[in-house]
């Protein structure tokens, strides 16, 4: 589905509050339309309203002068003209009779010379004086006057309909965005492990944080502008239109110009865009690597390699961005105020020709009327491809977000099964992190219900490859796994792991408290179940050194506590959600040998009723387990007990007696 389709979609899940503020929008622009049409009805009618025919009448609301009683032949049904009041210069002359309002008028001694046609009349004519023409006015004062106060209260209206206009867009914005983050936020924890392996972490973030906030410019500022635009030139082209509609129809021409650069802009500020929100990633995601691996940098002295790769980065994305910058430059004022000062040619173009015709009938009102819309008809043309930018900007970065959502990944489900008993059996299994590379061969070994497997080899043997395995972060490519009969891939993902717990070899503490990183916040773990955990697990102690106990505040990554507490506290967190399948991945490797002693006493306690699984480092650590497997380039080599493995003095045999050599030495 195109990208514009699906923001659009987004949009209808707010389109009342959406719909409300276009219908504000609407009211709006009619009232800044409807202001110049006001303003002249106010100046060809009231304002210079006295230049007109009079009648004679008896009526006590009409105007004296000599002696008569005069009012505006409008006003009456009279199709008789008793006098002209005529302007000419500066100043208002009153013509006994019906004399031409239009031609060329002068005056000479009380002598009014009109000249029309190519005919010259003369009339007779007195000069009004101050008072007289305030006199002729009076009638038009009040509605001057509420004409104004229409005009003003137009403007008033616009401004508050304009408000709601812009609060609700907001509002529709918020609500929008925050739905999007929610499905982005949703949609990762989804998303399968080896999806984590091959996008930095800084990169989700940026999609999830900086890509949704430019979306919001969309909703806000380019939906505004281009609606409003839209409204308004609609508005302004129907009330030109209304005034003279060959000189509208002149001013159509602007419309596919701007077509025509919208596409040819949109054209070269998409690629501009792709290049900076992808730098935008890299910049966030260098960042985060560079927080996260300050000690290794500070260490090894790398500061400033890591400088220059970061401004390296910095300067690509300031170069695209002076590049956009140039052609933003080019299209806003530039473009505008050319088409701007093209309209004002045609318009004295055209009005200074009929201006030259003595028969023209323009009138002033009619002049201000088109000024003040050309004004106004360039304002929203300008605020519109001033947004173009914005608009490409969240076009990509709504590219971007989608292509996150669109990521393959597997619904949470709610499913719940009993505990099941933890026995295990992999059957003949083969797995590989890149195609064509099996990082495991034909690994095939089963364990029953309370029994403690060992895994050991050297690096890259295997060891973890299995665990990620048993816990649904892969899937095998060949072969299967079965925990009490049952094909795990026959499970959901969570159901499976509902009933499994991980220690790490590096432990992840989560900001919060002691009581929620055991918890994870699951309302079955109860502040007495947490507290047994950390006692269970030989944690008494350090618990009781703490001010706050459970409620002692944890930085990010527990880094105020050492590597042995931050330990403790993992093993807490799964022992205290009761697995039927333990895995420890090395989780001892990091502690001291006083800490190690007391975890090992604690998990002879809490391992009993459960399969446990140890990736080990430390082979006296394993000397009780049930089964161990030694693994080398991805295959089971050797499995029995300690004792057996010793016996065969095999390769189990070489790495225990290595590793006791090194101890003795030390």
Do not use: C
Request: proline share 2%; glycine share 6%; aromatic share 12%.
């Amino acid at each position: 589905m195109m990208v514009g389709k699906r923001l659009f979609k987004y949009a209808l899940q707010v389109k009342r509050i959406i719909i409300a503020a276009l219908l504000m929008l609407s009211v709006a622009v009619a009232a800044d339309v409807i202001g110049p049409l006001v303003a002249k009805q106010l100046i060809d009618h009231h304002i210079l309203g006295i230049e007109d025919y009079w009648v004679e009448t008896d009526d006590e609301n009409a105007i004296e002068y000599n002696g008569e009683m005069y009012v505006r032949s409008k006003q009456v049904d009279e199709q008789t003209v008793d006098a002209t009041i005529l302007q000419i210069g500066n100043a208002f002359y009153f013509i006994e009779g019906k004399a031409p309002l239009d031609g060329e008028a002068s005056a000479e001694k009380g002598t009014i010379i009109i000249n029309k046609n190519g005919e010259q009349t003369t009339f007779r004519g007195q000069k009004l004086t101050v008072g007289d023409t305030i006199a002729f006015y009076q009638p038009e004062i009040p509605i001057i006057i509420w004409l104004i106060a229409i005009y003003f209260g137009l403007f008033v209206l616009s401004g508050i309909f304009n408000y709601g206009r812009y609060y609700l867009l907001q509002r529709a914005a918020n609500r929008i965005i925050q739905k999007m983050r929610n499905d982005a936020f949703k949609k990762v924890q989804t998303l399968p492990i080896s999806y984590f392996d091959r996008l930095p972490a800084g990169k989700i973030v940026s999609r999830i944080t900086n890509d949704t906030e430019v979306i919001r410019d969309l909703y806000v500022a380019v939906l505004s502008n281009f609606f409003t635009g839209i409204i308004y030139l609609t508005g302004i082209y129907t009330a030109m239109f209304f005034l003279d509609a060959k000189l509208a129809l002149l001013f159509l021409l602007i419309l596919p110009v701007l077509i025509l650069w919208m596409y040819v802009y949109r054209k070269f500020a998409s690629k501009y865009n792709h290049v900076i929100r992808s730098k935008i990633s890299e910049i966030n995601g260098m960042i985060n690597e560079s927080i996260q691996g300050m000690n290794v940098i500070q260490a090894f002295n790398r500061e400033e390699e890591t400088k220059k790769e970061f401004e390296q980065l910095n300067h690509t994305h300031f170069q695209y961005q002076n590049k956009l910058l140039a052609l933003n430059a080019f299209s806003s004022h530039n473009l505008v105020g050319l088409l701007k000062n093209i309209v004002f040619v045609l318009f004295i173009w055209y009005f200074g020709k009929d201006a030259l015709d003595v028969q023209a009938t323009i009138t002033i009102g009619v002049l201000y009327a088109y000024v003040d819309y050309i004004n106004r008809l360039f304002n929203p043309i300008s605020n519109m491809i001033n947004q173009l930018s914005n608009l490409e900007r969240a076009m990509v970065a709504g590219e971007r977000v989608f292509q996150l959502l669109d990521e393959k990944g597997v619904n949470v489900s709610d499913e719940k099964m009993p505990r099941y008993k933890g026995n295990v059996h992999f059957d003949h299994v083969y797995f590989g992190y890149e195609e064509g590379r099996d990082v495991l061969k034909d690994i095939h070994f089963e364990v029953k219900q309370g029994q403690t497997v060992a895994l050991v080899g050297h690096t890259g043997s295997g060891k973890s490859s299995i665990m990620n395995l048993l816990f649904r972060f892969y899937d095998t490519e060949r072969g299967n796994i079965y925990i009490d009969g049952k094909n795990i891939r026959d499970i959901p993902l969570q159901t499976v792991r509902e009933h499994m717990a991980i220690v790490l070899q590096d432990p992840f503490l989560f900001t919060g408290t002691i009581y929620s990183n055991i918890s994870l916040n699951d309302p079955k773990i109860t502040r007495k179940r947490a507290e047994w955990a950390l006692k269970a697990v030989g944690a008494g102690d350090f618990l009781r050194s703490l001010e706050k106990g459970l409620d002692h505040p944890v930085t990010e990554k527990g880094s105020t506590f050492s590597s042995g507490q931050r330990q403790l506290i993992s093993f807490a967190r799964a022992l205290a959600f009761d697995p039927a399948i333990l895995i420890l991945d090395e989780a001892t490797s990091n502690i001291d040998t006083e800490t190690e002693a007391v975890i090992q006493r604690a998990m002879e306690v809490v391992k009993n009723g459960r399969t446990t699984f140890i990736i080990a480092h430390r082979l006296s650590t394993i000397k009780n387990a049930d089964l161990i497997l030694v693994l080398d380039q991805g295959k089971i080599v050797e499995r029995g007990t300690h004792d057996q493995l010793m016996e065969e003095r095999g390769k189990y045999y070489q790495m225990y007696q290595l590793q006791q050599g090194f101890q003795q030495v030390g």
